[in-house]
Nanobody, 124 residues
Framework: QVQLVESGGGLVQAGGSLRLSCVAN????????MGWFRQAPGKEREFVAV????????YYADSVKGRFTISRDNAKNTVYLQMSSLKPEDTAVYYC?????????????????WGQGTQVTVSS
């Protein structure tokens, strides 16, 4: 069992930056691939980024490529999402998720554990 807690969301103007954090409990954080997803009102949850268990591989949705960076610190049981050049269309609840199969997954059903989410609002 893994419990995930996100933080770092908030209100920011377009063009601004935010860094989201997701802290996991337990000793096995390094065994999981970690992903970030987001869900805007009335829309399906969508993939944002994923990082491999060791941190050497990353993959991004086209909509955030070049603007967002995913990273992790296994010693701190934490995965980060650095978001820059934010746009109003980035407004959503952002979730981190853990994948025990470590497949660099991009679909929500492939993840085993989810955090409660943190709201990001980008004003124009």
């Amino acid at each position: 069992q893994v419990q995930l807690v996100e933080s770092g969301g908030g209100l920011v103007q377009a063009g601004g930056s935010l860094r989201l954090s997701c802290v996991a409990n337990g000793r096995t954080f390094g065994n999981y691939g970690m992903g970030w997803f987001r869900q805007a009102p009335g829309k399906e949850r969508e993939f944002v980024a994923v990082i491999s268990w060791g941190g050497s591989r990353t993959y991004y949705a086209d909509s955030v490529k070049g603007r967002f960076t995913i990273s992790r610190d296994n010693a701190k049981n934490t995965v980060y999402l650095q978001m820059s050049s934010l746009k109003p269309e980035d407004t959503a609840v952002y979730y981190c998720a853990a994948d025990s199969k470590r497949t660099m997954a991009s679909r929500p059903y492939e993840y085993d554990y989810w955090g409660q989410g943190t709201q990001v609002t980008v004003s124009s």
